[in-house]
């Protein structure tokens, strides 16, 4: 069974950076068949998705973000992490890993989510 | 790219059906069948109910179905039980390698 499980700071200054590590276990994050996403979701909103990366190190981003956003992967960690740079309160959610399978199109398994706060 | 109109809520008594309506436009829900949906109960992570459209994972009752009709893609709950009372999102491929998300519709059993 795979587990995704998100780890990093809850609380973040507006202007900085906000770091998120997704560890993968029960499976490897270099599976052909699957790309490694991030999605968020603010207090009471819906779902918004973010980017993912292929275990080539190959990412796609979400167009409204892709100018703050990068997605990296540690294939000998089984983890894939994210990086939002320049946050403001409007980047307050919580944040998802999940995996996306690659020919059919859906997230099938995701991580708890872990809630990060943007504020001074 | 615009987030998917799903109306905000649905409800229906206990063995009833409801159906949530995910609309978009040809570059997304239109153009492609890769929609999905998702089920999310309050504090937990969405669960994946159906995919490419018509298809349950393994596991999903066979109450849940969906649908698609030109830039509309429908998601139906046929006897609707208490644990059905969640928040229901679809996705959809939106070309480009981008995905986006549905607005939610919020599902109560009376």
């Known amino acids: 069974q795979v587990q995704l499980q998100e780890s990093g700071p809850g609380l973040v200054k507006p202007s900085q950076t906000l770091s998120l590590t997704c560890t993968v276990s029960g499976g490897s994050i270099s599976s052909g068949s699957y790309y490694w996403s991030w999605i968020r979701q603010p207090a009471g909103k819906g779902l918004e998705w973010i980017g993912r990366?292929?275990?080539?190190?190959?990412?796609n981003y979400n167009p409204s973000l892709k100018s703050r956003v990068t997605i990296s992967v540690d294939t000998s960690k089984n983890q894939f992490s994210l990086n939002l740079s320049s946050v403001t309160a409007a980047d307050t959610a919580v944040y998802y890993c999940a995996r996306f399978h690659a020919i059919r199109g859906y997230f099938d398994y995701w991580g708890q989510g872990t809630l990060v706060t943007v504020s001074s | 790219q615009s987030a998917l109109t799903q109306p905000p809520s649905a409800s229906g008594s206990p063995g009833q059906s409801v159906t949530i309506s995910c609309t978009g436009t040809?570059?997304?829900?239109?153009?492609?069948?890769?929609v999905s949906w998702y089920q999310q109960h309050p504090g937990k992570a969405p669960k994946l109910m159906i995919y490419e459209v018509t298809k349950r994972p393994s596991g999903v009752p066979d109450r849940f179905s969906g649908s698609k009709s030109g830039n509309t893609a429908s998601l139906t709950v046929s006897g609707l039980q208490a644990e059905d009372e969640a928040d229901y999102y679809c996705s959809s491929y939106a070309g480009s390698n981008n995905f986006v998300f549905g607005t939610g519709t919020k599902v109560t059993v009376l």
């Open positions: 040809s570059s997304d829900v239109g153009g492609y069948n890769y």
């Open positions: 990366i292929y275990t080539s190190g190959s990412t």
